[in-house]
């Protein structure tokens, strides 16, 4: 009999013990991003993790995409962004820290900048990113608060008064710093290599925005000093491209029955 009390006692010792531990820990557990979370602290905002989210395959996304210039008035979320910035630049190679891009040398010579319009980005339900210019930091996929203010309309100023890029709730810049590459391959890398690297991030942006339902527009005319001036960018990083970026008002309809007529056409003409 007072075994089996001191067998209670000490089962309820346990089980109380297991209890105060649990409460502590649910208290004082370091606060970890889960990879699908947001966290918004001062002025860093770390991304969800890049993950497999679409349900597109690669020839219809690259069948749909179109430089789309009418969006609705829909936010982008920002899962979405997350994954379109690391589509653009991101890591896919943890042992060399490679990215989504190819680039001569692996010199990596781009920069990407974003700027963000009033309740332009979609963080949850009815609360969004701070307006302003954001540098998306690669390495450890977080967009950096540059500046504060809704930047579009100088943006568009900027961009020759190119309504879309005022239009648009998210434009992405992006810059290059020449001398990563021409140091390495000198003129060939100034002329050649490094305007070949936009266009390789650009479609990667085209193809992972049009497999999230979103559409974009790559924009080469704007001053190359107004638009440095608007993102406050280093007097080295030199912008290549705008690209505005939202839910297209007419999402594009073709099919591969429509190229297969297109084709047909050209060969019985
Ligand atoms: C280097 C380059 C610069 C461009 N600049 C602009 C631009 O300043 N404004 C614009 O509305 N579209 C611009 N475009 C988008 C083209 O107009 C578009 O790609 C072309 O009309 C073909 O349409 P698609 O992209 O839907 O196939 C540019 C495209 C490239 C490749």
Aim: net charge neutral; aromatic share 10%; proline share 6%.
């Amino acid at each position: 009999m007072r075994v089996h009390i001191n067998i209670n006692l000490l089962g309820s010792c346990v089980l109380t013990l297991l209890v105060v531990s649990y409460v502590a820990w649910l208290v004082l557990k370091p606060e970890v991003a889960r990879f699908e979370e947001v966290v918004v602290a001062d002025n860093v905002v770390y991304l969800p993790y890049p993950s497999k989210i679409t349900n597109m395959n690669v020839e219809e996304a690259i069948l749909l995409r179109r430089s789309i210039r009418d969006y609705t008035s829909d936010p982008v979320k920002i899962e979405h962004l997350a994954m379109i910035l690391w589509a653009a630049y991101g890591v896919t190679d943890p042992k060399w820290g490679l990215r989504a891009s190819p680039s001569a040398g692996a010199t990596y010579p781009l920069e990407v900048y974003v700027v963000i319009g009033e309740s332009s980005v979609l963080v949850r339900e009815s609360e969004y990113l701070r307006a302003g210019v954001y540098k998306y930091d690669v390495h450890r996929h977080l967009l950096t608060l540059i500046k504060t203010g809704d930047l579009r309309g100088e943006l568009a100023d900027a961009a020759l008064g190119q309504k879309w890029v005022r239009d648009a709730p998210v434009g992405i810049v992006v810059c290059a710093v020449f001398e990563r590459t021409v140091s390495r391959y000198g003129e060939r890398g100034r002329v050649r290599y490094v305007p070949m690297e936009v266009g390789h991030l650009g479609q990667n942006v085209y193809l992972m925005a049009t497999a999230l339902g979103y559409g974009a527009v790559v924009v080469g005319a704007f001053h190359d000093d107004r638009v440095q001036a608007v993102i406050s960018a280093k007097p080295e990083e030199v912008p290549m491209y705008i690209i505005p970026l939202g839910v297209p008002s007419m999402p594009p309809q073709t099919s591969f029955e429509d190229i297969w007529r297109f084709i047909e056409a050209r060969r019985s003409g």
